[in-house]
């Protein structure tokens, strides 16, 4: 386990069980994945809120390189409802269409956290949905971290994304 996992596993069990305002316990994830962003010299970070003559929409990260600009989601689902994971993945589809149909975005990435029980089936679904989004190129990147079982679901860290 990293640092990072580490950091993340413990800000998560601040927030488990609760309604989530904010994304504050997932700053771990922030931090490296813009402190990776930042190492390379030829990406420039954006500021977070992309915006069309008609549309504006804020991510949470963004950046540019000589390829264009690329946004980066992190959602977390901490609650125990079936209908949190319903509009988390219809969420993640919106999401990911807008940013390279609306604001043209070169890629979109996207960093899931579970962090209340979920079963097998349930993150197979998550990991499903995001699979057939990067299939369909709406999708580049995407981590999914189980706080409980301290691993990533199927999929490689977000540590591992190159910028």
């Known amino acids: 386990m990293t640092i990072v996992e ?3 596993i413990e800000e998560c069990k601040s927030v488990r069980g609760t309604s989530v305002r904010t994304d ?3 700053a771990p994830i922030y931090d490296c994945i813009k402190g990776k962003v930042k190492a390379n010299e030829l990406a420039n970070v954006l500021p977070k809120k992309a915006i069309t003559p008609t549309q504006r929409k804020t991510y949470d990260l963004r950046y540019e390189d000589e390829s264009g600009e ?7 689902i901490n609650g125990s409802s079936a209908k949190n994971i319903n509009n988390r993945l219809e969420e993640m589809s919106g999401q990911s269409w807008s940013a390279k149909s609306i604001y043209g975005h070169e890629t979109f990435s996207y960093v899931f956290v579970i962090n209340c029980p979920r079963s097998e089936e349930i993150k197979e679904r ?5 699979r057939c989004l990067r299939e369909d190129g709406y999708l580049d990147r995407f981590s999914i971290y189980d706080t409980y079982s301290c691993s990533f679901y199927k999929t490689d860290s977000f540590e591992s994304w190159h910028f």
């Open 6 to 8: 580490k950091n993340l």
């Open 126 to 130: 998550i990991y499903e949905y995001a």
């Open 70 to 76: 690329h946004a980066i989601e992190l959602k977390s």
């Open 24 to 26: 504050k316990h997932l």
